[in-house]
Protein backbone atom coordinates (compact mmCIF):
# COMPACT_ATOMS: atom_id res chain seq x y z
CA UNK A 1 0.00 0.00 0.00
CA UNK A 2 2.77 2.74 0.66
CA UNK A 3 4.50 1.54 -2.51
CA UNK A 4 1.58 2.23 -4.28
CA UNK A 5 0.99 5.77 -2.73
CA UNK A 6 4.46 6.69 -3.34
CA UNK A 7 4.42 5.03 -6.84
CA UNK A 8 1.40 7.33 -7.74
CA UNK A 9 3.45 10.62 -6.02
CA UNK A 10 6.58 10.04 -8.26
CA UNK A 11 6.95 12.41 -11.08
CA UNK A 12 7.75 10.70 -14.37
CA UNK A 13 10.42 12.44 -15.70
CA UNK A 14 12.53 15.30 -13.65
CA UNK A 15 11.42 18.87 -16.53
CA UNK A 16 14.55 20.43 -15.15
CA UNK A 17 16.47 18.25 -17.03
CA UNK A 18 15.03 19.32 -20.30
CA UNK A 19 15.21 23.14 -19.09
CA UNK A 20 18.84 22.48 -18.40
CA UNK A 21 19.71 20.78 -22.02
CA UNK A 22 16.93 24.19 -23.57
CA UNK A 23 19.29 26.86 -21.66
CA UNK A 24 22.53 25.89 -23.56
CA UNK A 25 20.77 25.58 -26.33
CA UNK A 26 19.23 29.01 -26.05
CA UNK A 27 23.05 29.94 -25.01
CA UNK A 28 24.65 28.19 -28.01
CA UNK A 29 22.37 30.27 -30.04
CA UNK A 30 22.85 33.94 -28.23
CA UNK A 31 26.71 33.23 -28.92
CA UNK A 32 25.85 33.24 -32.97
CA UNK A 33 26.39 36.58 -35.24
CA UNK A 34 23.01 38.34 -36.29
CA UNK A 35 23.89 37.29 -39.53
CA UNK A 36 23.38 33.31 -38.85
CA UNK A 37 20.13 34.07 -36.76
CA UNK A 38 16.67 34.62 -38.03
CA UNK A 39 16.16 38.36 -37.19
CA UNK A 40 18.14 39.04 -34.25
CA UNK A 41 20.05 36.72 -32.45
CA UNK A 42 17.14 37.53 -29.35
CA UNK A 43 14.22 36.52 -31.50
CA UNK A 44 14.23 32.47 -31.00
CA UNK A 45 15.72 32.80 -27.41
CA UNK A 46 12.52 34.49 -25.70
CA UNK A 47 10.21 32.14 -27.56
CA UNK A 48 11.80 29.47 -26.20
CA UNK A 49 12.51 30.98 -22.99
CA UNK A 50 8.40 31.27 -22.17
CA UNK A 51 7.86 27.78 -23.68
CA UNK A 52 10.45 26.30 -21.38
CA UNK A 53 8.75 28.23 -18.27
CA UNK A 54 5.84 27.21 -19.31
CA UNK A 55 6.89 23.61 -19.44
CA UNK A 56 6.94 23.49 -15.55
CA UNK A 57 3.03 24.01 -15.62
CA UNK A 58 1.50 22.53 -18.44
CA UNK A 59 3.33 18.94 -16.98
CA UNK A 60 1.50 17.01 -15.10
CA UNK A 61 2.30 15.85 -11.65
CA UNK A 62 1.17 12.27 -12.21
CA UNK A 63 3.20 9.57 -12.70
CA UNK A 64 0.97 8.51 -15.41
CA UNK A 65 -0.81 10.84 -17.55
CA UNK A 66 -1.83 12.23 -20.88
CA UNK A 67 -1.81 16.67 -21.47
CA UNK A 68 -2.14 17.94 -25.24
CA UNK A 69 -1.44 21.56 -23.95
CA UNK A 70 1.74 20.03 -22.49
CA UNK A 71 2.46 18.08 -25.66
CA UNK A 72 1.57 21.38 -27.66
CA UNK A 73 4.08 23.00 -25.78
CA UNK A 74 6.90 20.47 -26.26
CA UNK A 75 6.32 20.31 -29.62
CA UNK A 76 6.25 23.81 -30.57
CA UNK A 77 9.51 24.00 -28.28
CA UNK A 78 11.17 21.81 -30.85
CA UNK A 79 9.59 23.74 -34.05
CA UNK A 80 11.10 26.72 -33.04
CA UNK A 81 14.39 25.28 -31.80
CA UNK A 82 14.75 23.14 -34.85
CA UNK A 83 13.95 26.05 -37.17
CA UNK A 84 16.15 28.42 -35.81
CA UNK A 85 19.53 25.97 -35.84
CA UNK A 86 18.06 25.01 -39.36
CA UNK A 87 18.11 28.29 -40.80
CA UNK A 88 21.53 29.10 -39.04
CA UNK A 89 22.95 26.05 -40.93
CA UNK A 90 21.06 26.87 -44.41
CA UNK A 91 22.93 30.30 -44.08
CA UNK A 92 26.45 29.04 -43.53
CA UNK A 93 26.48 26.11 -46.51
CA UNK A 94 24.34 28.86 -48.61
CA UNK A 95 27.31 30.89 -48.51
CA UNK A 96 29.59 28.45 -48.89
CA UNK A 97 28.64 26.56 -51.98
CA UNK A 98 27.96 29.98 -53.71
CA UNK A 99 30.91 30.99 -52.78
CA UNK A 100 30.30 34.14 -50.18
CA UNK A 101 32.44 35.68 -48.24
CA UNK A 102 33.39 33.29 -45.36
CA UNK A 103 37.06 34.56 -44.69
CA UNK A 104 36.88 34.01 -40.78
CA UNK A 105 37.78 30.32 -40.47
CA UNK A 106 38.03 30.32 -36.53
CA UNK A 107 34.10 32.04 -36.63
CA UNK A 108 32.69 29.04 -39.07
CA UNK A 109 34.36 26.60 -36.91
CA UNK A 110 32.56 27.64 -33.42
CA UNK A 111 28.96 28.28 -35.68
CA UNK A 112 29.65 24.73 -36.87
CA UNK A 113 30.31 23.50 -33.05
CA UNK A 114 27.67 25.18 -32.12
CA UNK A 115 24.95 24.53 -34.55
CA UNK A 116 25.90 20.58 -34.09
CA UNK A 117 25.82 20.69 -30.23
CA UNK A 118 21.76 22.53 -30.71
CA UNK A 119 21.05 20.07 -33.22
CA UNK A 120 21.82 16.83 -30.39
CA UNK A 121 19.65 19.10 -27.70
CA UNK A 122 16.90 19.16 -30.26
CA UNK A 123 16.65 15.70 -31.46
CA UNK A 124 16.95 14.42 -28.21
CA UNK A 125 14.17 16.80 -27.28
CA UNK A 126 12.06 15.20 -30.21
CA UNK A 127 13.11 11.30 -28.69
CA UNK A 128 12.19 11.86 -25.71
CA UNK A 129 8.55 13.31 -26.43
CA UNK A 130 8.16 10.75 -29.57
CA UNK A 131 8.91 7.80 -27.81
CA UNK A 132 5.88 5.34 -26.93
CA UNK A 133 4.10 8.61 -27.34
CA UNK A 134 5.94 10.79 -24.53
CA UNK A 135 7.07 10.48 -20.82
CA UNK A 136 3.38 10.02 -19.46
CA UNK A 137 2.30 7.51 -21.91
CA UNK A 138 5.51 5.95 -21.98
CA UNK A 139 5.09 5.19 -18.22
CA UNK A 140 2.08 2.31 -18.55
CA UNK A 141 2.71 0.25 -22.08
CA UNK A 142 4.84 -2.39 -22.69
CA UNK A 143 8.32 -2.22 -23.45
CA UNK A 144 7.96 -3.35 -27.22
CA UNK A 145 5.42 -0.62 -27.97
CA UNK A 146 8.28 1.80 -27.60
CA UNK A 147 10.08 3.49 -31.00
CA UNK A 148 13.59 3.06 -29.21
CA UNK A 149 14.98 -0.71 -27.66
CA UNK A 150 17.34 0.46 -24.82
CA UNK A 151 19.72 -2.39 -23.38
CA UNK A 152 18.42 -2.70 -19.85
CA UNK A 153 15.08 -3.69 -22.21
CA UNK A 154 17.53 -6.21 -23.21
CA UNK A 155 17.85 -8.80 -20.68
CA UNK A 156 14.39 -9.68 -18.88
CA UNK A 157 16.30 -10.62 -15.99
CA UNK A 158 17.40 -6.92 -15.87
CA UNK A 159 17.18 -6.26 -11.61
CA UNK A 160 15.02 -2.96 -12.15
CA UNK A 161 12.26 -4.44 -14.47
CA UNK A 162 10.38 -1.20 -14.17
CA UNK A 163 13.07 0.95 -15.62
CA UNK A 164 11.66 3.56 -17.73
CA UNK A 165 14.14 5.68 -19.97
CA UNK A 166 14.19 9.68 -19.12
CA UNK A 167 15.69 12.79 -20.61
CA UNK A 168 18.89 11.83 -20.19
CA UNK A 169 18.94 8.50 -21.73
CA UNK A 170 17.74 10.22 -25.31
CA UNK A 171 20.32 13.10 -25.05
CA UNK A 172 23.08 10.25 -24.88
CA UNK A 173 21.14 8.53 -28.10
CA UNK A 174 21.09 11.63 -29.74
CA UNK A 175 24.71 12.17 -29.11
CA UNK A 176 25.62 8.81 -30.44
CA UNK A 177 24.22 9.02 -33.30
CA UNK A 178 25.27 12.31 -34.20
CA UNK A 179 28.67 11.30 -33.68
CA UNK A 180 29.09 8.53 -34.95
CA UNK A 181 26.07 8.71 -37.66
CA UNK A 182 24.18 5.66 -36.38
CA UNK A 183 22.71 4.08 -33.47
CA UNK A 184 25.32 2.72 -30.58
CA UNK A 185 23.57 0.56 -27.94
CA UNK A 186 19.94 1.95 -28.26
CA UNK A 187 18.28 0.75 -31.49
CA UNK A 188 14.99 2.53 -33.18
CA UNK A 189 12.28 0.17 -33.29
CA UNK A 190 9.80 2.25 -35.23
CA UNK A 191 9.89 3.81 -39.30
CA UNK A 192 9.19 7.23 -37.54
CA UNK A 193 12.25 6.78 -34.75
CA UNK A 194 14.33 5.50 -37.50
CA UNK A 195 13.72 8.21 -40.26
CA UNK A 196 14.24 10.78 -37.44
CA UNK A 197 17.80 9.35 -36.73
CA UNK A 198 18.66 9.32 -40.41
CA UNK A 199 17.71 12.71 -40.63
CA UNK A 200 19.87 13.78 -38.11
CA UNK A 201 22.56 11.88 -39.05
CA UNK A 202 22.69 13.90 -42.06
CA UNK A 203 22.46 16.90 -40.50
CA UNK A 204 25.54 16.18 -38.87
CA UNK A 205 27.05 15.12 -42.24
CA UNK A 206 26.54 18.47 -43.20
CA UNK A 207 27.84 20.16 -40.37
CA UNK A 208 30.54 18.20 -40.11
CA UNK A 209 31.87 17.39 -43.79
CA UNK A 210 30.89 20.81 -45.39
CA UNK A 211 31.39 23.34 -43.18
CA UNK A 212 34.19 21.98 -40.24
CA UNK A 213 36.24 21.00 -43.48
CA UNK A 214 35.90 24.15 -44.85
CA UNK A 215 36.95 25.83 -42.11
CA UNK A 216 39.44 23.86 -41.86
CA UNK A 217 40.82 24.53 -45.29
CA UNK A 218 40.21 28.53 -44.67
CA UNK A 219 42.75 28.09 -41.89
CA UNK A 220 45.17 26.38 -44.02
Known amino acids: MARLFRDNHVSHDPVWHVQLAMLLAIGL ?18 AELLLLAFLSYTTPRQRVFK ?6 NVLLLIVITGAGNAYSLGVITDRLLSGGHLSDGRALIYAA ?11 ALFYWEMDGGGPGERQHIAKYDQDFLFPQHHNE ?15 YVASTNA ?3 GPADTKPLSRRAKMLMLLQSMISLVVVALVASRAVGILN
Open 179 to 181: MTF
Open 67 to 72: SRIRRL
Open 29 to 46: QLALPDTFSVGTRYAVPV
Open 157 to 171: DYKHPDWKPMFIDYL
Open 113 to 123: INIFLTNIIVF
